[in-house]
Every structure is written in structure tokens, then in C-alpha cells.
């Protein structure tokens, strides 16, 4: 059985009187511990995908199973629940907050639970030691170079242990070295922490880690790599 299964997913956005077709008809199918890359044009869908898989927005028509669970039948309540334990969220500008350190960047999605403030930071650190920061926990994001901001914000969506890791552009602000540790260290996650990963991204040379690229071009994927895809 797939680990993400999408079946005949449709992806409509009103704007206005107009109806903006984002996804057409698209099914895809992905298994536990792969590492995609979603490429393709901007404007072409990737990141309403993205948000889909992720559950933080639902299908016009078709289903999204995640993991045994179908999103499209969940409340909002029910949803935000199963992001804080399945998805761990990257995106392209780190989204810290200036005026915490490090530590406490990462620690924040586990104020949604019920972890005593001990164990917040231990699992905090073991987050931040993981992508070779805890020598920074103590720095705010401002002290920090922008290949350093986005280990720390890899660290907090690590943090909570998911096991899906939703991932928007997450170089496109780094320069190269900088995006290729990033990148190894996205692999390491796949590799060796069995994450599941799914990248959007422009650069080829950031797909080339991934196990298997997918293009969308307007709302329908058009090529694909090792993963089971029709449209």
C-alpha cells in the first residue's frame, strides 16, 4: 500500500467570480522513505501539492490518503492534530522568530504538547545537535549566517519527530554552498533518519538529491521519475 496515495485530485481556487483551476484530475503515489522533487513552472501547482499532502489545505474533488489517513474527511481541528505529529514544514525564508535563540525557535512546536519544560529543551538540543547547530542553541537567528537560520528551522521541524518533511524552495535564499549543505542534510534525514522528503524547488542541481523528480506544468505532472503517476 502507498504511503502517500492521491486519487484524481482536483484543485480549484475562486477568485472573484473566476474560477482558477490549479490541479487537474491528478493522482500520484509515493511510498514511505522517498525523497521527491517537485519541479515545474511558477504558477504550475507545486506548492498548492504541496499544501495538500501536507494538510494545510484540501482537495476540490479526489482524495489525499497520507499514511493511512484521508485528509479530505478531517476537521479542522482534526487536521491541525495530525500536521503536528506527521509533517514537519521547511520553507524557503525561515519564518524564526528575531527575538528568540535558536533553542527556543526549535522548541516552539512542542509547546502544542504535553512535554514538561525539561524535556522541550532536551529534545530541542538533540534537534539542533542533528543538523550540527547545538553549538548556536543560545544565538538568535540575527547572529546566525542563512545557511545556519535554515538548519535551525530543519531543527524545529524535526523536533516533534514527523515522519514527512514538506519542504517549499528550502535554498532558493541560500547561495550555493550553503544550499548544498542544506541539501546533504536533507539526505542524511532520508537516508539515515528514514523521513519521507518532498521538495519543491526551480534548481536542478537541488533535484539531483532527490530520488525521484516529478514536473507539473499548469496543474497536470507531465514527466516522472521512480514514483507511480498518472494524470
Known amino acids: 500500500m502507498a504511503f502517500i496515495e492521491l486519487t484524481r485530485v482536483v484543485k480549484n481556487y475562486e477568485k472573484g467570480s473566476e474560477v482558477v483551476h ?7 503515489s509515493l511510498h514511505e522513505g522517498d525523497f521527491l522533487a517537485l519541479m515545474g513552472p511558477s504558477g504550475s501547482g507545486k506548492s498548492t501539492l504541496l499544501n495538500l499532502i501536507g494538510g494545510i489545505d484540501q482537495p476540490t474533488a479526489g482524495s489525499v490518503l497520507v499514511d493511512g489517513a484521508n485528509l479530505g474527511n478531517m476537521s479542522g481541528s482534526q487536521l491541525a492534530k495530525w500536521r503536528s505529529e506527521t509533517i514537519g514544514f521547511v520553507f524557503q525564508f525561515y519564518n524564526l522568530l528575531p527575538f528568540l535563540t535558536a533553542e527556543r525557535n526549535v522548541e516552539l512546536p512542542l509547546l502544542l504538547t ?27 537567528p540575527g547572529e546566525l549566517s542563512g545557511g545556519q537560520q535554515q538548519r535551525v528551522a530543519i531543527a524545529r521541524a524535526i523536533v516533534a519527530d514527523p515522519k514527512i518533511l514538506v519542504c517549499d524552495e528550502p535554498t532558493g535564499d541560500l547561495d550555493r554552498q550553503s544550499a548544498q549543505e542544506i541539501l546533504a542534510l536533507l539526505e542524511t534525514l532520508n537516508e539515515r533518519f528514514g523521513k519521507t522528503v518532498i521538495m519543491v524547488t526551480h534548481d536542478p542541481l537541488a533535484a539531483e538529491h532527490a530520488k525521484t523528480v516529478l514536473h507539473l506544468d499548469k496543474g497536470v505532472l507531465v514527466e516522472s521519475g521512480q514514483a507511480e503517476v498518472s494524470a
Open 22 to 28: 490549479v490541479l487537474q484530475d491528478l493522482n500520484l
Open 114 to 140: 504535553n512535554l514538561g519544560g525539561s524535556q522541550r529543551k532536551e529534545n530541542a538540543l538533540t534537534a539542533l545537535r542533528t543538523v550540527s547547530l547545538e553549538d548556536r542553541a543560545k544565538h538568535k
